[in-house]
């Protein structure tokens, strides 16, 4: 068998188990499926995904003139004048849906 060394990491309890939800329907083990992250982290020579800024900067409030603020008040209301609205729970239900959350 060949040496082995640990590595530690901090994670989120949630994104632990729910990757271990995963790996487990896959039959992975989750240090096999961290020895093989790092495996295609040394085959590609950077991370084996790309990793980028959005293309569209969330809005930061504090960053926004009052004139530039009116105006996303402005479409948040029009959004809601003309229906363009969910609930909390069909949000929720998408995230679950999505990310398991």
């Given at each position: 068998m060949?040496?082995t060394?640990?590595?530690?990491a901090?994670?989120?309890?949630e994104?632990?188990?729910?990757?271990?939800?995963?790996?487990?329907?896959?039959g992975?083990p989750?240090?096999n499926?961290?020895s093989m992250?790092l495996?295609?982290?040394?085959i590609?020579?950077?991370?084996?995904?790309?990793?980028?800024?959005?293309?569209?900067?969330p809005l930061?409030m504090?960053?926004?003139?009052?004139?530039?603020?009116?105006?996303?008040?402005?479409?948040?209301?029009?959004?809601?004048?003309?229906?363009?609205?969910?609930?909390a729970?069909?949000v929720?239900?998408?995230m679950?849906?999505?990310y398991?959350?």
């Amino acid at each position: 068998m060949a040496r082995t060394s640990n590595v530690f990491a901090r994670v989120e309890p949630e994104i632990k188990e729910q990757a271990e939800s995963v790996l487990n329907q896959l039959g992975i083990p989750m240090s096999n499926a961290v020895s093989m992250f790092l495996r295609q982290v040394v085959i590609q020579r950077g991370l084996p995904f790309e990793v980028k800024l959005p293309a569209k900067r969330p809005l930061v409030m504090s960053e926004l003139t009052k004139e530039q603020f009116d105006a996303e008040i402005a479409k948040g209301m029009d959004d809601i004048d003309n229906g363009r609205v969910h609930s909390a729970d069909e949000v929720q239900k998408e995230m679950h849906r999505l990310y398991g959350i």
